[in-house]
């Protein structure tokens, strides 16, 4: 049971590069989120999907897009990075229901020139 | 969801208990207070949850004053590996999966 984890763990792109996250889960579990984390700060909502198929905006959605194809898999593009897109991305997963327990990956490096 | 307030930092010597404090006190009926820790360079860790009742798992005890206005994360033998951000959240039943994480408590143990 590997829970939830990132691909690739560093990236280096250049400014107007694409790019693609990838996010695995093998709990079943009917939500998944992104996340980003700028030094110093909280994490805060990128995009997250409550089921196979749909996807929702969350807190800083501009400049990303997602997708939900797989319940077991969430991707986050970003089609042309900018340098503000420099953070640390986390993934996470959670049950569906009233109680809001996520369970994060590892985390995703990525640096914007 | 209401807004939570945390000291910056604390330190606590290992094998001690660890008491963090977090405010609450615009907080409504039908939210629930949770908080998570994050350790250097890693992904946020669940810990605990309550609504009203005080509560305790393998990791840490929540006590929740009686009007709900603030609550403390107690670590009951704090040892290095505890050493990590920790954050409080309050969340309303009815926005699940937002998460509003704030600057939270950076916790360093000593030995």
């Known amino acids: 049971n590997a829970g939830v984890t990132q691909t690739p763990k560093f990236r280096v792109l250049k400014t107007g590069q694409s790019m693609t996250l990838l996010c695995a889960q093998d709990m079943n579990h009917e939500y998944m989120y992104w996340y980003r984390q700028d030094p110093g700060m909280g994490l805060r909502l990128i995009h997250y999907?409550?089921?196979?198929?749909?996807?929702a905006k969350g807190e800083v959605p501009d400049g990303y897009n997602v997708s939900r194809l797989k319940k077991q898999n969430f991707l986050l593009g970003l089609e042309s990075a900018a340098p503000s897109q420099t953070s640390v991305y986390f993934c996470?997963?959670?049950?569906?229901?009233?109680?809001?327990?996520?369970?994060f990956g590892p985390g995703t490096r990525l640096t914007v020139l | 969801d209401a807004k939570t307030t945390q000291p910056t930092s604390m330190d606590c010597a290992e094998g001690r208990a660890a008491n963090l404090p977090c405010n609450h006190s615009?907080?409504?009926?039908?939210?629930?207070v949770y908080w998570y820790r994050q350790i250097h360079s890693q992904g946020p860790q669940y810990i605990i949850h309550g609504l009203k009742n005080n509560e305790t798992n393998e990791m840490a005890s929540l006590i929740i004053t009686e009007d709900r206005k603030s609550s403390t994360l107690i670590l009951p033998h704090a040892t290095l590996r505890d050493t990590a951000v920790y954050y409080c959240?309050?969340?309303?039943?009815?926005?699940?999966?937002?998460?509003?994480f704030g600057a939270g408590t950076q916790v360093v143990v000593t030995p």
């Open positions: 615009t907080i409504s009926g039908n939210e629930y």
């Open positions: 959240i309050v969340r309303s039943t009815d926005s699940w999966g937002k998460l509003q």
């Open positions: 996470a997963s959670g049950l569906a229901g009233v109680v809001d327990t996520q369970y």
């Open positions: 999907s409550v089921g196979e198929g749909t996807t």
